[in-house]
């Protein structure tokens, strides 16, 4: 069983280095894609072409779920452009984070099913969602997707207030810092039979999406703007300056569960 180990984790290491190697060779525009130069690195002559990539299927599926966090928090602007009355491309803001979540979940599945993973799958799960678990390429929890778009939304639907931007910004902050402690301490939360951590620590950033799907209760009841649940307290206070939206609260309720180390959520 040692032996065996030894000789994954090498053929990993082996791998890892031969993609670095890819990302560093100036082969042309899209060596992102595919690399077919033999003339640069020896190392790469060991292996053939057609799995000299540096990017897989399963990191395009994690780029679609950046696509999709994007396209959320656009309609979001769009939304706060057009008017207050008018919910298509608010809805249309909702409509793109379920999405996210579904590529969310594809990118590790397909990742499996071809058995191939790469370093810059790695870097764009966790830069697509937040946090990353420990898949192949890791399973994603995010900021795109699951962090930016939600609180996005949250400002266009009337959470607009500067202590609510503050909120807001709390919100998207733990998300980072989720994914940075993770990074940190991946090695040492305990494994199971299979290698995978038995839990997460902190409420995983998909789960964000029960915020949008409160708002987006509030959004079909016609409760945005002046008519958010909870009204604004302070609206009279230094002439507006320290106004709040209570329901905002939620947001920094919800950044404190998805940083916090007590909280352990076992994995399916």
């Known amino acids: 069983m040692p032996a065996e180990k030894n000789a994954a984790s090498s053929a990993a290491e082996s791998s890892q280095d031969k993609q670095k190697l890819l990302l560093e060779s100036p082969t042309g525009h899209f060596s992102l894609i595919k690399h ?12 053939p072409p057609s799995s000299n990539r540096a990017m897989h299927l399963a990191d395009l599926i994690t780029e679609l779920n950046g696509f999709c966090g994007f396209m ?29 979540l579904f590529f969310d979940f ?20 966790s830069l697509a969602d937040l946090p990353p678990a ?20 949250a400002f266009a639907l009337g959470l607009r207030t500067p202590l609510d931007a503050l909120v807001l910004a709390f919100f998207v902050l733990c998300g980072l ?14 494994k199971d039979a ?42 009279d206070v230094l ?7 209570p329901v905002v609260g939620v947001f920094a309720v919800w950044g404190g569960m998805m940083t916090s180390r007590s909280i352990r959520i076992p994995k399916i």
């Open 134 to 153: 420990d898949a192949a390429p890791p399973f994603p929890a995010p900021q795109i997707s699951f962090g930016v778009a939600p609180a996005t939304f």
């Open 239 to 245: 002439g507006g300056g320290l106004a709040v939206h």
């Open 106 to 125: 594809m990118d590790g599945k397909v990742a499996r099913w071809r058995g191939k993973s790469s370093l810059m799958g790695q870097e764009l799960d």
């Open 36 to 47: 077919v130069s033999r003339s640069r690195h020896p190392q790469t002559m060991l292996t």
């Open 72 to 100: 959320s928090i656009l309609c979001s602007l769009r939304y706060c452009l057009g008017p207050p009355s008018s919910f298509a491309n608010a809805w249309a803001a909702l409509a793109f984070m379920p999405f996210g």
């Open 177 to 190: 810092t989720r994914l940075a402690r993770f990074n940190v301490t991946v090695a040492a939360v305990p």
């Open 194 to 235: 299979t290698g995978k951590s038995k839990y997460f620590e902190g409420t995983p950033i998909p789960t964000t999406l029960a915020i949008a799907a409160a708002m987006a209760y509030c959004l079909g009841q016609g409760r945005v703007l002046e008519r958010i649940p909870g009204g604004v307290w302070g609206a």
